[in-house]
């Protein structure tokens, strides 16, 4: 899977709009982005995953520009319960890799009142 | 509900003492995985499976073993546990190869090994 970088933490407020950029200068052509967050003492669950431009669901909405060198997930008016750990990561889904996902540090979002 | 269980939640338990730590899903899922998390560390993971009695290691085997006797069960064994395995430990399940990288994760289970 790609290296990805993404901020230690971050700081936001209630009804505020979160996004959080993610850097994988590396990526492969076949290679698609996934995001999951974490909140303490769960298992990560999936947000949303994209290839190129632009994806919505009813959680988010992840931003790739034409290069695909990096993405930015995006939180719509957060509430307290979004605060979470948030993880980027990139792989090509083609490979028998194990389906092994690899998670780096991840995105430390804190919300306030 | 789809979900993946794991059992026990907590644990603590001596150095050497075996232990099984069970992981079930119930969405017919072929793949299932093992991951330990460790503050600054991230999650590593220890074992997978591709399906019923296919095994492979994953970043951190050692000190571990798995089966997979039937597709919904993937137990996690510690033959002689050492305080080094104290961590918190999450079972993961999907289908293998669609066309999407969502894995399910279960709720986790913390061993404290002294």
């Known amino acids: 899977l790609a290296k990805t970088t993404q901020p230690i933490s971050m700081d936001s407020y209630e009804g505020q709009e979160v996004n959080i950029t993610c850097s994988h200068n590396?990526?492969?052509?076949?290679?698609?982005i996934t995001w999951y967050q974490q909140f303490p003492s769960q298992g990560p669950r999936f947000i949303i995953q994209?290839?190129?431009t632009k994806v919505t669901n009813e959680v988010a909405s992840l931003f790739i520009p034409a290069d695909r060198k990096s993405s930015t997930l995006s939180l719509p008016r957060v509430s307290l319960s979004d605060t979470a750990v948030y993880y980027c990561l990139v792989g090509d889904l083609g490979k028998a890799a194990g389906n092994k996902l690899t998670f780096g540090g991840g995105t430390r979002v804190l919300v306030k009142p | 509900e789809a979900q993946v269980t794991q059992n026990p939640r907590y644990l603590i338990t001596v150095t050497g003492k075996k232990l099984t730590v069970t992981c079930s899903q119930n969405?017919?899922?072929?793949?299932m995985s093992w991951y330990r998390q460790d503050p600054g560390l991230g999650l590593r993971q220890i074992y997978y499976?591709?399906?019923?009695?296919?095994?492979d290691k994953g970043d951190v085997p050692e000190g571990y073993k798995v089966s997979r006797k039937e597709k919904r069960n993937f137990p996690l064994i510690l033959e002689s546990p050492s305080p080094n395995q104290t961590s918190l430990y999450f079972c993961a399940s999907s289908h293998p190869g669609g066309i999407s990288y969502e894995q399910y994760f279960g709720p986790g289970t913390r061993l404290t090994v002294t």
């Open positions: 590396n990526i492969a052509t076949n290679d698609y």
């Open positions: 499976s591709m399906n019923v009695e296919v095994t």
């Open positions: 969405m017919n899922h072929e793949y």
């Open positions: 994209g290839y190129k």
